[in-house]
């Protein structure tokens, strides 16, 4: 059973910082390109950034030079660390391994006080 479960959100004030976690089971991680995403209330699904099973990153514009995604194959988690956060970055964060098929965790709330 393939499992995505991610970790690390909470309440921060703007400015400030958090790092998710996404620990994955039941799939060859290093296979999978790994993905967060965000949703909003109200607003559709986006992605904030991928990152390949060779470490090749990509974001979207409205985090690049705050978000860092990384990745640990051996230990089957990737993380996405947050700087610089802004009140519009509030939203329910999801992990995606993508390979053939789609994965998903249940997302982690992310709330920014402004």
């Known amino acids: 059973q393939v499992q995505l479960v991610e970790s690390g959100g909470g309440l921060v004030q703007a400015g400030g910082s958090l790092r998710l976690s996404c620990a994955g089971s039941?799939?060859?991680?290093?296979?999978?390109?790994m993905a967060w995403y965000r949703q909003a209330p109200g607003k559709q699904r986006e992605l904030v950034a991928t990152?390949?099973?060779?470490?090749?990153?990509n974001y979207a514009d409205s985090v690049k030079g705050r978000f860092t995604i990384s990745r640990d194959n051996a230990n089957n988690t990737v993380y996405l660390q947050m700087n610089s956060l802004k009140f519009e970055d509030t939203a329910v964060y999801y992990c995606?391994?993508?390979?053939?098929?789609?994965?998903w965790g249940r997302g982690t709330q992310v709330t920014v006080s402004s």
């Open positions: 995606n391994a993508a390979s053939s098929v789609l994965y």
């Open positions: 039941g799939i060859i991680f290093r296979f999978y390109v």
């Open positions: 990152i390949s099973g060779g470490g090749s990153t």
